[in-house]
């Protein structure tokens, strides 16, 4: 036999759940605007970078910006469920004029040091892709407590398949 | 090859389309989902209670017999949530405040500069969503 506390406790627990809801749209939201504001930052950085090295013109920092424009305003639909399900249509996508091995070729008539260094501006741009997706993932939480050091994002940005397929999407939305 | 290109361009932008679709359906069967297992949590409660009382006693004492321990919970989650939306609405103001100076001397330096595209708040362009 239910008692009237029972139920109350029992109506209080749903209620409860609830305002969970409310809170992980809550949540949403500001993981968005966190990682739109560390993509801004990141893009202002290499602004300042390529100024002061005078690599505005360059097509390898140009599409570099493009890509972070992209991913700035495609910010709100990169969530790990999407990464899965471009991987999923890998084979139905066709050629884009984009891809990272087409961009790492236009570092070529740079010098090294330039080259590496905006390669490590993308790199970053990833990792913190790579956070945004895992915080978003509530079921995939656990793995960013094993992979919170940044070198080990790194590699799991690296080494996690379909980001390049992310980028050409974002870079399609702009 | 430009030809390739176009076509892939296209299905991208078909390919990008559907797996929008697929996942608002998914996130709208999720919340959906949730709301109706709430629901259905608390017409079986109710049922459960019914042979003792009336469902609108249940109801009533749900307002009424808060205890202070619960009352404290709500107030201090909902002062929480109130306070992270306050600082969201400020922070998206700031944005548009400051981001305009920025823009504006940037573009002196490059007329070529790219745009993200998002509302001067730093929100998601309407179009977008």
């Given at each position: 036999?239910?008692?009237?506390?029972?139920?109350?406790?029992?109506?209080?627990?749903?209620?409860?759940?609830?305002?969970?809801?409310?809170?992980?749209?809550?949540?949403?939201?500001?993981?968005?605007?966190?990682?739109?504001?560390?993509?801004?930052?990141?893009?202002?950085?290499?602004?300042?970078?390529?100024?002061?090295?005078?690599?505005?013109?360059?097509?390898?920092?140009?599409?570099?910006?493009?890509?972070?424009?992209?991913?700035?305003?495609?910010?709100?639909?990169?969530?790990?469920?999407?990464?899965?399900?471009?991987?999923?249509?890998?084979?139905?996508?066709?050629?884009?004029?984009?891809?990272?091995?087409?961009?790492?070729?236009?570092?070529?008539?740079?010098?090294?040091?330039?080259?590496?260094?905006?390669?490590?501006?993308?790199?970053?741009?990833?990792?913190?892709?790579?956070?945004?997706?895992?915080?978003?993932?509530?079921?995939?939480?656990?793995?960013?407590?094993?992979?919170?050091?940044?070198?080990?994002?790194?590699?799991?940005?690296?080494?996690?398949?379909?980001?390049?397929?992310?980028?050409?999407?974002?870079?399609?939305?702009? | 090859?430009?030809?390739?290109?176009?076509?892939?361009?296209?299905?991208?932008?078909?390919?990008?389309?559907?797996?929008?679709?697929?996942?608002?359906?998914?996130?709208?069967?999720?919340?959906?989902?949730?709301?109706?297992?709430?629901?259905?949590?608390?017409?079986?409660?109710?049922?459960?209670?019914?042979?003792?009382?009336?469902?609108?006693?249940?109801?009533?004492?749900?307002?009424?017999?808060?205890?202070?321990d619960q009352v404290f919970a709500y107030f201090v989650g909902?002062?929480?949530?109130?306070?992270?939306?306050?600082?969201?609405?400020?922070?998206?103001?700031?944005?548009?405040?400051?981001?305009?100076?920025?823009?504006?001397?940037?573009?002196?330096?490059?007329?070529?500069?790219?745009?993200?595209?998002?509302?001067?708040?730093?929100?998601?362009?309407?179009?977008?969503?």
């Amino acid at each position: 036999m239910v008692t009237l506390d029972q139920a109350t406790n029992s109506l209080h627990l749903a209620f409860a759940v609830l305002c969970l809801v409310g809170l992980i749209f809550l949540f949403r939201d500001h993981w968005i605007d966190s990682l739109r504001d560390h993509l801004f930052s990141l893009r202002d950085e290499l602004f300042l970078y390529a100024v002061d090295n005078d690599l505005l013109q360059h097509p390898g920092y140009r599409e570099l910006r493009d890509v972070m424009n992209g991913m700035i305003r495609f910010a709100h639909k990169l969530t790990f469920t999407r990464l899965v399900l471009v991987w999923m249509f890998r084979r139905r996508l066709g050629e884009s004029a984009y891809s990272f091995a087409s961009w790492r070729r236009k570092l070529l008539d740079l010098p090294e040091c330039h080259s590496e260094m905006l390669t490590q501006f993308h790199w970053k741009m990833w990792i913190c892709v790579t956070k945004h997706m895992l915080n978003r993932a509530i079921v995939l939480m656990p793995l960013l407590l094993a992979y919170h050091r940044i070198n080990r994002l790194r590699r799991l940005a690296k080494e996690m398949p379909g980001f390049e397929l992310l980028e050409r999407q974002a870079l399609a939305q702009r | 090859m430009a030809q390739n290109v176009n076509i892939g361009a296209n299905r991208y932008d078909v390919i990008g389309r559907l797996i929008d679709g697929i996942v608002s359906v998914m996130i709208t069967a999720l919340v959906c989902g949730t709301i109706v297992v709430i629901g259905y949590w608390v017409y079986l409660t109710l049922i459960a209670y019914a042979g003792k009382s009336t469902s609108a006693s249940v109801a009533i004492s749900f307002v009424t017999d808060f205890k202070l321990d619960q009352v404290f919970a709500y107030f201090v989650g909902g002062s929480g949530a109130l306070y992270g939306y306050r600082q969201r609405r400020l922070m998206r103001g700031n944005i548009e405040r400051l981001s305009g100076r920025p823009r504006e001397l940037e573009k002196r330096i490059d007329p070529n500069r790219t745009s993200s595209g998002l509302t001067p708040q730093g929100t998601t362009h309407p179009g977008d969503r």
